[in-house]
């Protein structure tokens, strides 16, 4: 039988804040309990876990994101600024520690061995070219030409946490589902979902776009 890896872990809930491994997530400390815990941690292993707290259901999720901080400024009012990129996930098992900050049993969380590498490379581009038309249309709509940036991911679950981690708009609340997954095929197929719906709904308006201007403007249609 596996044993579970666990340790004790400092929480920072954060409001609607999900935190996805290998993105960096900078924060402002300036509540006590909070530079407390900054303290703490940086005479350890500069590690605390980062987990996203509903205001509307007033609970914080089970499952989170271990924050390693890479820089920190202190102010002379001791309020400080710091850089941190995401690590592992984790589950929360049980809250250790209420004061002065929150301390939880984590136990860490990885994504099952996919079971057609080929599938998940096909779905990987598939996913890759959706979020490329995304872009696309999104700046064509905007009139600023926008592009990809030249360092996304190759490898598929780096690249699934990439998108998790830059969702915005409407889709932002999936964001929460999509960490928890431990399937790397089932997160990209969800975002794959998310995707194209926002690039047929993305096509629909671009295409009202060009009629309205087109209508606007008759080209070389004048009286003579």
Known sequence: MTQLAVRELP???????VLFPQEVLPLHIFEPRYRMMLRTVLETDRRFGVVRWDPQEGRMADVGCCAEILQCQTQADERSNIVTLGQQRFRVLEVVREAPFKVGLVSWIED????SHDRLSELSSEVEQALKDVVELTGKLMGKPTSLPTDLP????E???????HLGGPVA??????LEITDTEERLR??????????RQLAARTVLQDTFRDLKDPGDDTDR
Not at 11 to 17: E, K, Y
Not at 154 to 157: A, F, G, I, K, V
Not at 159 to 165: M, Q
Request: charged share 25%.
């Open 11 to 17: 929480l920072f809930p954060l409001p609607d804040v």
């Open 173 to 178: 609340d999936q964001q929460q589902t999509l």
């Open 159 to 165: 690249l699934s946490f990439w998108i998790g981690s």
């Open 112 to 115: 099952e061995h996919p079971q």
């Open 190 to 199: 969800q975002e794959f979902e998310l995707l194209d719906e926002t690039r």
């Open 154 to 157: 190759d490898l598929p679950r």
